[in-house]
C-alpha cells in the first residue's frame, strides 16, 4: 500500500492527470429490503483538474455529503472508479486509505469536528502525529498562522469562536499540504459576516493551488467557486461554470422542485 | 502515532473523568492489593516457618499431649504427659537428650518494672536441644532441676524491659510474686514470627510444677535423636513406651502425639497454605470484577468518543491506531489501580507485621507481577472494547452527534 501511496504522490507532480477522475461512481445504501436500496449516487462521471474549484448543489439527500466522502476516501463506492491523481483508490485497502486521507486529503465539516480536550494548536497537529513527521508542532503553528490564528494556538476549541474554531479546522485539513480540500457545508454553520470571512480564507488558499471542492446550499458561497455540479437522486443534473449552473438551479428551486434546505 | 503521544492522549481522557477513572481502577487496587498481601503473607510466612524450625535445632522428634485432628485442631485430654515420661524417654536407645516443657503466665516483676510474660519450666537440656545460648551466665546447671532452685534465664527483650540495659546477672526478679535470680540471659535472636525465645522466662520444671503453677501435666516433651536416620526408629520407640506407661489398651488411640520436624513444617505450611489460599481467591475475584469494571467503562467511552474516533480516522488514523489508543488507556487505568494497589498491599503487609501475628515480607518480584497482572488485565479487558472502536466505519462515527 506505501506504493500506491507514493504512486499518488507521483501523480500530483503532473499537470496533466485530473486531481478527481470519475467514472459511473454508484454508491447503493442497501436497507434489508432490496426492493428498499438508495442509490446515494447513481453512475456519475466526471473529473476535476488540479487547482479547480468546485461547488457542490442540489436538494437535501440528494448525495452531495456521500459524494464527499468517497471522494475523501471515508467511504468506498458500491462500484465505478475513482481516480485519485491517477491512481485507482476505489479498491484500496483500510490502511491505505487512511494513509491517503492522512497524506492527500483535508477535510472541513460544518460542525468543525475539532476534539475538545485539545488546545488549538494540539488539533492541528494531529495529521502530523497520524502522518509519523517529526516537528509537527512548529508546522502546526505555521498552519494556524496562515489562517490568522498565530495568538490563539494554545486557546480551547470552547474558548473561540465559531469562526475561529472552523479557521482551526481549516488549518487542520491543509496542514499536511493536501492536493484535494473537500468541504462539507463549511460555512452552513455560520453567520454571514463569518462565513464571508472564511470564504475569503478558503478562496486565498485555492488561489495558491489547492483543488477544492465544497458542499453548499449557500449560492452566495457557490457562486464564488469556478465550477458548479448540480445534482439531484444521486445523479448529475448540470455541470460547468459555476454562473450559469447555479442560475438554471435557482429558477429550477424557484418552481418549486428543488427548494434549497 | 508515537507510544509517547497515545499515552499522553489515554491520560489526558482518563483525567477528564477523574471520578470515573478512580472508581474504575477500584477494583484493581483491591485485587492487586490482595495480590501483594498474599505474596507478602505467604512469604513472611516461610520465613517464619523457617527460622523457627532453625531455632528448634537439629534431629528433634516433638511429643505433644492429645491427639490430632486436622492441622493444628487438637483433641482429648492434655495433660497425659507428666514428668515420668520424660525420665522414662531419656533412657530410650538412640535418644541424645531429652527436655520436658510446660507454660503458663505470670508476672514478672524488677523493682517498678513489670511486664507480662509465658513462664516456661524446663528441664536442664533444653537449651542445648533448642540451640538456645546463653549471651551472659551459665544458664542452668545441673542441680537445679532437681534441688528446685528458684533461678531463671530470662531472654533479652526481658532483661531489656526489666533492666533496661543494666546487667541482670545476679539480679532477683518476682515470677508471679516469687523470688528468683536471674543465671541467665539468651542471646538476642531478633523477631523470627510466631514466639521468639527473646521473650522467654524459662525456671526449672521441678520449681514451675510445684510452687509456681502447681500442674502436673506438660505441654510437650522435646527429643533429640542422636543421628538422622534414627529419627523414625525413635519415634517408634517413643510411642510404644508411652502406650505401655499410659496403660493404653490395645485398639485404644494414642492420647498423645510424636512428630518430626519435617511433619511440623508440614502442618504449618498447611496452615499458611490455606490463608493463601483464601487471600488468593480474594484477588482473582477482584482482578476479574476489576477487569470488568475497565471493560465496561471502555465500552461506555467508546460509545461517548464515537465521533472523536470518526475525526480522528478522517485526519489519517488508520484502525490499529484507534485500537492502540483505546489499549493503552484501559492498560493506562488498570496499571494506575495496580500502583495504588501496591501501595495499598505493602501498607496491609506491614500493618499485618505490626500487628504480630504473622510476619510479612513483601518479596521483590511481587511488584514485577503485581504490574504485569495489571498490564495483562488491561489488555485481557481493553482488547474487546478497542476492537470495537477500530472497527468503526469512519463515515457513521462522524454522523454520530
Ligand atoms: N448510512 C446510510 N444508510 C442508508 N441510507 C443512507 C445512508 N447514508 C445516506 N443515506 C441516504 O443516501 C441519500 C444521500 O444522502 P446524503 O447524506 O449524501 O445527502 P445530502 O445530499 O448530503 O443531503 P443534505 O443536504 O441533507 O446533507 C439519502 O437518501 C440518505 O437517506
Ligand atoms: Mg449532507
Known sequence: MSEAVAAVGEGASDAAVPTVEVEGLTKVYQAGDPDLAVRALDGLDFRIERGDSVAIVGPSGCGKSTLLHVLGCLDRPTSGRYRLEGQDVANLDEDALARIRNHHIGFVFQSFNLLPRMSAVENVELPLLYAGVSGGRERALSALARVGLADQAHRWPNELSGGQNQRVAIARALVTRPSLLLGDEPTGALDSGTSADVLDLLTTLHDEGTTLVLVTHDIAVARRLRRAIWMRDGRIVDDGPSGPVLDAFIEATAGGADAPA | ?401
Not at chain 2, 511433619?263 to 483464601?278: I, P, Q
Not at chain 2, 493503552?328 to 494497589?341: D, Q, T, W
Not at chain 2, 503485581?370 to 462522524?398: K, M, N, Q, T, Y
Open chain 2, 1 to 401: 502515532m508515537l507510544l509517547r503521544e497515545t499515552i499522553r492522549t489515554a491520560l489526558r481522557s482518563l483525567l477528564s473523568h477523574r471520578m470515573r477513572t478512580a472508581l474504575t481502577a477500584l477494583g484493581m487496587v483491591i485485587g492487586v492489593a490482595a495480590v501483594i498481601a498474599v505474596l507478602a503473607i505467604g512469604e513472611g510466612a516461610k520465613s517464619s516457618v523457617e527460622g523457627h524450625i532453625r531455632s528448634l535445632g537439629t534431629n528433634l522428634l516433638s511429643v505433644r499431649p492429645g491427639r490430632r485432628v486436622a492441622g493444628p485442631v487438637r483433641v482429648g485430654r492434655v495433660d497425659t504427659l507428666v514428668r515420668g515420661d520424660v525420665d522414662a524417654i531419656a533412657e530410650l536407645p538412640g535418644v541424645a537428650a531429652v527436655s520436658g516443657e510446660t507454660a503458663g503466665s505470670g508476672q514478672v516483676k524488677h523493682r517498678e518494672n513489670n511486664l507480662s510474660a509465658t513462664v516456661y519450666g524446663v528441664t536442664e537440656d533444653y537449651l542445648a536441644i533448642r540451640n538456645l545460648a546463653v549471651a551472659r551466665g551459665i544458664g542452668f546447671g545441673e542441680a537445679d532441676d532437681r534441688q528446685r532452685r528458684r533461678v531463671a534465664v530470662i531472654g533479652a527483650e526481658v532483661a531489656m524491659e526489666l533492666f533496661g540495659g543494666r546487667p541482670a546477672l545476679g539480679e532477683r526478679i518476682q515470677i508471679a510474686g516469687q523470688g528468683f535470680t536471674v543465671v541467665g540471659v539468651l542471646e538476642a535472636k531478633g523477631d523470627m514470627g510466631f514466639s521468639s525465645p527473646d521473650e522467654y522466662v524459662l525456671v526449672p520444671l521441678s520449681v514451675h510444677q510445684g510452687s509456681l503453677f502447681g500442674s502436673d501435666a506438660l505441654s510437650s516433651i522435646s527429643v533429640q535423636v542422636e543421628r538422622e536416620e534414627l529419627s523414625d526408629e525413635v519415634q517408634e520407640r517413643i510411642e510404644q513406651l508411652l502406650r505401655l506407661r499410659h496403660r493404653l489398651a490395645v485398639g485404644e488411640d494414642d492420647d498423645f502425639e510424636v512428630r518430626s520436624q519435617t511433619e511440623m513444617l508440614e502442618t504449618m505450611g498447611a496452615v499458611t497454605g490455606t490463608f493463601s489460599a483464601l487471600l488468593g481467591s480474594v484477588a482473582a475475584v477482584s482482578l476479574l470484577v476489576g477487569g470488568i469494571g475497565i471493560m465496561n467503562i471502555m465500552l461506555v467511552s467508546v460509545r461517548e468518543r464515537t465521533r472523536e474516533i470518526g475525526v480522528r480516522m478522517a485526519v489519517g488514523a488508520r484502525r490499529r491506531d484507534i485500537l492502540m489508543q483505546f489499549l493503552v488507556e484501559s492498560i493506562v487505568v488498570s496499571v494506575f489501580g495496580g500502583l495504588l494497589g501496591i501501595a495499598l498491599g505493602t501498607g496491609a503487609a506491614l500493618l499485618i507485621a505490626r500487628l504480630g501475628q504473622w510476619e510479612a515480607v513483601v518479596p521483590t518480584y511481587a511488584y514485577t507481577l503485581a504490574l504485569g497482572v495489571s498490564v495483562f488485565i488491561g489488555i485481557v479487558f481493553g482488547v474487546g472494547p478497542a476492537r470495537r472502536a477500530a472497527r468503526l466505519d469512519p463515515v457513521e462515527a462522524l454522523r454520530n452527534a
